[in-house]
């Protein structure tokens, strides 16, 4: 079992013939992700040579989706372009699209999120993210594939070098599924739709939540933790030396007076029997001990 994804999934990449779409095709396909075609409105028509298996480009990912049975999309197109591409897949209903890009304005994710909610049959995850990977199955996005295998631990995480950190770091137990979910205001995919996920998958025993400073998601995750998540969990918060009122690294990022603080975040996660680890490190020694135990 994984969450979102899995060996079935059959992949579109918006954005296949620029430079970080070929690049990134490559390296998904040679972790075994069902890459089905490409998508660059204009070069329909086009077969692509990925390291000798042609990959057709169509126009659109409704043209797509009609000739390949694409059920998920990868989107490598710059800012300006992105909202169009995040509504062209809306538009053919695909179940998952995975918004790689980084930098597009606030208002147009907004636009396109809350399309996305009015039409209800896709999921967003992303933008500014890594993309997900379920080992051995299926690899959506820039993660490593082999950093890690298979196993039983789910990963949902704000951070994208955190996520291959802790992979590589818990790599001897495996994950089912690691999720990127980005750190933008706005985010298709939250914390808490990981954790039900995981909760619900039987195949998943352990779950490592990785959050940063900034807006109140993980205090949110927290509360639904303590209602609703029966596994353990271990977490980490990046920025516990961030100064008040300067943007870390991601655009959500900032810290307010009390609001947002790492501080605050590790309280309300361990109120709710959640082991937050100071450093990566000791959070993936903190799963460590949970699972050998």
Do not use: W
């Not at 309280?267 to 990566?280: C, S, W």
Request: proline letters at 5%; one cysteine or more; a negative charge.
């Amino acid at each position: 079992m994984a969450i979102f994804i899995n060996e079935h999934s059959k992949v579109l990449v918006q954005g296949m013939t620029g430079s970080e779409g070929t690049k990134h095709t490559k390296r998904m396909l040679a972790s075994g992700t069902n890459i089905v075609g490409g998508v660059t409105p204009g070069k329909g028509g086009q077969v692509v040579d990925m390291d000798g298996r042609e990959i057709p480009v169509f126009n659109s990912v409704s043209e797509a989706v009609a000739a390949t049975g694409a059920n998920a999309s990868v989107i490598f197109v710059p800012p300006k372009f992105a909202k169009a591409a995040v509504i062209d897949a809306i538009d053919a209903e695909l179940p998952i699209v995975v918004v790689i890009t980084e930098g597009i304005p606030v208002h147009d994710s907004a636009a396109f999120y809350a399309y996305a909610e009015s039409k209800g049959t896709t999921r967003l995850i992303g933008p500014n993210c890594p993309g997900l990977i379920s080992p051995g199955k299926s690899n959506i996005g820039i993660i490593p594939a082999d950093i890690t295998g298979p196993g039983r631990i789910g990963l949902v995480s704000k951070s994208g070098t955190l996520t291959y950190q802790m992979m590589y770091e818990l790599r001897d137990f495996g994950f089912s599924t690691a999720v990127g979910i980005g750190g933008d205001p706005i985010i298709g995919t939250t914390h808490i739709d990981c954790l039900r996920a995981f909760q619900d998958d039987p195949d998943t025993d352990a779950i490592v939540m990785i959050g940063e400073i900034g807006g109140d998601a993980e205090e949110r995750a927290a509360a639904f933790i303590g209602e609703y998540v029966t596994k353990p969990v271990v977490g980490y918060v990046a920025g516990f030396t961030a100064p008040e009122g300067k943007t870390m690294g991601h655009a959500g990022a900032i810290v307010s007076g009390s609001s947002g603080t790492a501080a605050a975040k590790k309280e309300a996660l361990e109120a709710v029997g959640v082991a937050v680890g100071k450093t990566p490190s000791e959070t993936a020694a903190l799963m460590r001990k949970i699972l050998q135990g």
